[in-house]
């Protein structure tokens, strides 16, 4: 759905296709197999499919589900478009979750695309139709947007930002979220030098969740700042945090909004906080095919802005990857290489991106060749690397008659593909990027 709400239906034929729920390819004018497989040649390699119609609906459902969050009663929400630790005791005051007494909730939401997934710009070009705006995490991706997309609102997290960084993103971004201690002493700097008429970004702070984390800002770090510098109360303008890859829960986002709390009441009661909390999260949503719970945002601190950031969710079941078999091996248990391999799906290597699973299907000659048609065997899958773990997933029962010249297709790899790979190790080629419907 697009922020004046129009949106592109997705055909069924579709959905079944990027399921790997088919017979036959599609037939459409110029990306037919014939088209694709002519393309894919000299070299040969392998093609990364998305499709405009799946990521289009991933926005309209993700946005339907945060516009529940922060208004369960139905309305529909403003889209606004441009035990003591370090980190301090839960011991806090209850949240007031859900419906209750403790007040309204401002409407005003904002959907951010988080960069990092999946940075191609075929894929941004039609993400920044649908969402209000792209969450980056270094210079190289802030840059990026800021050449494509000028007008698009831009929130700059990640670590390590140097005086460079700050300088640039002051009048190329949005937000900054200031990640330690060192980078808000930095934007002190920045901000004293350069005429603040010039300047775009509103300065917020990233908060740790976790004693032994490498992000954000400890309690102890934030109370201290908070204290001793005039310059952090009158320009924190909101705060940030991320609760981890996969990790969401009703529950999980309760403990870091209880967490977080100190720190919030403190941003609330400054000047640059008039009108309310501005709160950019990253909520480490699963992909659409899985159930979520429906999140129920906290109503015991006036928020002004809701800034949800999403990466995964959006990407990972828009995409297929297409390789072709260059060998099949027979060993105690089949072993076939295909072009391509965690070079481009890096993610599969991760204990936590690659824990979606895979979906398998075998092309010939533009047909699929269904497991129920014909006799099985179990095969590994092996990409082009010389290397041992350059293997796409666990052992598959997949058509005994492979050989080489057939294709295999491979569903859910749409976020941290290639942006999570060793793309250029040994030089192999890239894959094509094909965008249908």
């Not at 405009?52 to 529940?68: F, G, P």
């Not at 102890?220 to 009158?234: D, G, Q």
């Not at 082009?384 to 297709?409: A, F, I, N, Q, T």
Request: aromatic share 8%; glycine share 8%; charged share 20%.
């Amino acid at each position: 759905m697009s922020r004046t709400g129009k949106s592109s239906p997705v055909q069924p034929e579709m959905k079944a296709f990027f399921r790997l729920d088919f017979e036959t390819w599609p037939d459409l004018k110029g990306q037919a197999w014939q088209d694709l497989t002519s393309l894919a040649q000299n070299p040969l390699r392998p093609v990364l499919m998305y499709s405009k119609s799946q990521l289009r609906e991933a926005a309209k459902t993700w946005r339907s589900y945060l516009y529940a969050a922060v208004d369960p009663n139905g309305q529909r929400p403003i889209a606004v478009t441009h035990g003591p630790t370090d980190m301090g005791s839960t011991d806090t005051k209850a949240a007031n979750f859900g419906s209750g007494d403790g007040g309204p909730i401002s409407p005003q939401l904002r959907c951010l695309y988080s960069v990092k997934a999946q940075p191609e710009l075929e894929v941004l070009r039609v993400l920044s139709e649908v969402v209000d705006g792209f969450d980056v995490s270094s210079r190289q991706e802030l840059e990026l947007i800021h050449r494509e997309f000028p007008k698009q609102f831009v929130s700059y997290s990640g670590p390590g930002k140097t005086i460079g960084d700050l300088e640039f993103a002051a009048h190329a971004a949005d937000r900054i979220q200031l990640d330690s201690v060192e980078e808000a002493e930095i934007a002190q700097g920045v901000w004293d030098k350069l005429d603040s008429n010039s300047i775009r970004a509103e300065l917020s702070v990233r908060l740790s969740l976790a004693a032994d984390s490498k992000l954000g800002l400890s309690h102890s770090e934030f109370t201290s700042l908070w204290r001793r510098s005039h310059f952090f109360p009158k320009n924190i303008r909101g705060a940030h945090w991320y609760l981890g890859r996969e990790s969401f829960s009703g529950l999980a986002f309760e403990e870091a909004w209880l967490r977080a709390r100190p720190n919030l009441e403190l941003i609330n009661t400054s000047s640059a906080n008039r009108s309310g909390l501005e709160l950019t999260i990253g909520l480490g949503l699963p992909s659409l095919s899985k159930t979520w719970p429906q999140l129920q945002l906290p109503r015991d601190l006036s928020v002004s802005t809701w800034n949800f950031e999403a990466g995964r969710c959006l990407v990972q079941d828009a995409a297929v990857y297409w390789a072709p078999i260059v060998a099949v091996k027979n060993r105690s248990e089949r072993v076939v290489i295909v072009e391509g391999g965690t070079q481009h799906l890096g993610g599969l290597l991760s204990p936590v991106y690659g824990s979606q699973g895979l979906r398998v299907q075998a092309v010939r000659q533009g047909q699929a060749i269904r497991l129920r048609e014909v006799e099985s065997e179990r095969t590994h899958i092996y990409g082009s690397l010389c290397l041992s773990h350059d293997r796409l997933g666990p052992p598959l029962e997949l058509p005994r008659d492979l050989r080489v010249g057939d294709w295999l297709g491979f569903s859910s790899i749409g976020a941290y593909n290639l942006s999570a790979s060793a793309t250029d190790f040994i030089g192999r080629p890239r894959p094509l990027i094909w965008m249908l419907p």
